[in-house]
């Protein structure tokens, strides 16, 4: 496999549902991103890991627990969640923090909360 | 903070001919990248350009050029000879240096579609 792969590409999942979304890079970097995607709104940055260290949580609620046990896995861990929270997960990843550095994406799991 | 701007929800272009999607930004940052990325309907962002700040000449990558006008603070994309296959949304984004370099800050995106 190359680039950025996650799974599942698709889940439907209760409000009393627990779930984890995964992540997975093969380009050697050391930064990985969530991002949210929601309808008709510019994407929204979740979390940071660098190095496999959480460097920035843009006030993202409790009910979202990333983890990040490798620099080349990140988990995305889900509970109780509402139904505002359907949405396109991303995951991306690059090299370094610079300006020039490109985040490269997965291609998005697409999560429906009943 | 940074702000990019995007004023074209959608876009129509008729196949083989070139497109400009338009994109302004704003930021206090001496230093920045711009990009722009592709999302099709299956979702995947992919990435199609970079230009940086700095860069006096204006990036290309095949079909893609950037207009790059830095005291008008525009990033507008340009796709030549437009294929089906282009019909996607097309999201303008920026990062800057160098508290914000964490965060890619995304347009809300243009619909193009190419009509055959």
């Known amino acids: 496999e190359t680039g950025v792969t996650q799974t599942p590409r698709h889940l439907v999942m209760g409000m009393t549902n627990k779930k984890s979304l995964k992540c997975e890079q093969h380009?050697?970097?050391?930064?990985m991103y969530w991002y949210k995607q929601s309808a008709k709104k510019p994407l929204e940055l979740m979390f940071v890991?660098?190095?496999?260290?959480?460097?920035e949580n843009n006030s993202v609620p409790s009910r979202f627990s990333p983890e990040c046990p490798n620099s080349s896995h990140l988990f995305l861990h889900l509970h109780t969640l509402q139904p505002e929270d359907s949405a396109l997960y991303l995951c991306?990843?690059?090299?370094?923090?610079?300006?020039?550095?490109?985040?490269?994406f997965g291609p998005g799991t697409r999560l429906l909360v009943l | 903070a940074q702000k990019i701007t995007q004023t074209q929800p959608g876009m129509f272009v008729q196949e083989k001919e070139a497109v400009t999607l338009d994109c302004t930004y704003d930021?206090?940052?001496?230093?920045?990248?711009l990009f722009w990325y592709k999302q099709p309907s299956s979702g995947e962002m992919i990435f199609l350009i970079y230009?940086?700040?700095?860069?006096?000449q204006n990036a290309t990558e095949g079909r893609y050029s950037l207009n790059f006008q830095k005291a008008r603070k525009s990033a507008n994309l340009v796709i030549s000879a437009s294929q089906l296959g282009d019909s996607a949304m097309y999201f303008c984004?920026?990062?800057?240096?160098?508290?914000?370099?964490?965060?890619?800050?995304f347009g809300s995106g243009t619909q193009l579609t190419v009509l055959p």
């Open positions: 991306a990843s690059s090299q370094g923090y610079t300006a020039e550095e490109t985040q490269y």
């Open positions: 380009l050697g970097h050391n930064a």
């Open positions: 890991y660098s190095l496999e260290e959480r460097v």
């Open positions: 930021t206090s940052d001496q230093s920045y990248g």
């Open positions: 230009q940086g700040s700095y860069d006096e």
């Open positions: 984004a920026m990062r800057g240096n160098p508290y914000s370099a964490r965060q890619l800050t």
